[in-house]
């Protein structure tokens, strides 16, 4: 059981290149997340999906897009990476209101 | 969106002693968690709490919904307590807070 796998674990891009982080789940988990974690400011919701087909903006939408692809992928992509990107991105997945289970995250650095 | 408030924001420990961590939030909840960061980054559900006490060996933590606010307790504090202690709320959009960095000192 490998819980909520995140690829790539490091990538660093420069200002203007694209890319996408994948993720998947095997839980059957409904709910997917992205979020990013920058230093002191904990983590901020990027997007999330509440069911497979449905989509929605978290706190910090702009300069991302989001894939649900079926009920265990859920893809971020950067279509023009800026600086103000370089982050740590987190994948989580959660079954209904309960335990929410993140992947080990992809550092993500754009020059 | 709910805002989530979490203090202190740092916390030095020495190993053995014990300590409470506090997670306030501006509305009411059905779902909150705590999470500990470890220095690697691994982030690891450590209590699902919307309301009431629940206790995982030396770690213990309170909710009072009615209150908006929730509890982490540490006793004994070991080396491997260090980290970052995230409260997260919310039923769909988990909102967190910025979290609370525990260094436990040998």
């Known amino acids: 059981n490998a819980g909520v796998t995140q690829t790539p674990k490091f990538q660093v891009l420069k200002t203007g290149q694209s890319m996408t982080l994948q993720c998947a789940q095997d839980?059957?988990?409904?709910?997917m997340y992205w979020y990013r974690q920058d230093p002191g400011m904990g983590l901020r919701l990027i997007y999330y999906?509440?069911?497979?087909?449905?989509?929605d903006k978290g706190e910090v939408p702009n300069g991302y897009n989001v894939s649900r692809l079926n009920k265990r992928e859920f893809s971020l992509r950067l279509e023009s990476a800026a600086p103000s990107q370089t982050s740590v991105y987190f994948c989580?997945?959660?079954?209904?209101?309960?335990?929410?289970?993140f992947g080990a995250g992809s550092r993500l650095t754009v020059l | 969106g709910i805002q989530v408030e979490q203090s202190p924001p740092d916390l030095i420990l020495q190993e053995g002693a014990n300590s409470t961590l506090r997670c306030n939030f501006s509305?009411?909840?059905?779902?909150l968690q705590w999470f500990h960061q470890n220095p690697w980054g691994q982030l690891i559900n450590l209590f699902y709490?919307?309301?009431g006490t629940k206790q995982n060996g030396r770690l213990s933590a309170t909710t009072v919904a009615t209150e908006r606010y929730s509890l982490l307790y540490i006793s004994s504090s070991q080396t491997t307590d260090s980290g970052v202690y995230f409260c997260?709320?919310?039923?769909?959009?988990?909102?967190f807070g910025a979290g609370t960095t525990v260094t436990v000192r040998a």
């Open positions: 509305d009411s909840v059905n779902n």
């Open positions: 989580a997945s959660l079954r209904g209101a309960n335990v929410l289970t």
């Open positions: 709490i919307p309301s």
């Open positions: 997260a709320v919310d039923d769909y959009k988990l909102s």
């Open positions: 999906s509440a069911s497979e087909g449905t989509t």
């Open positions: 839980m059957n988990h409904n709910s």
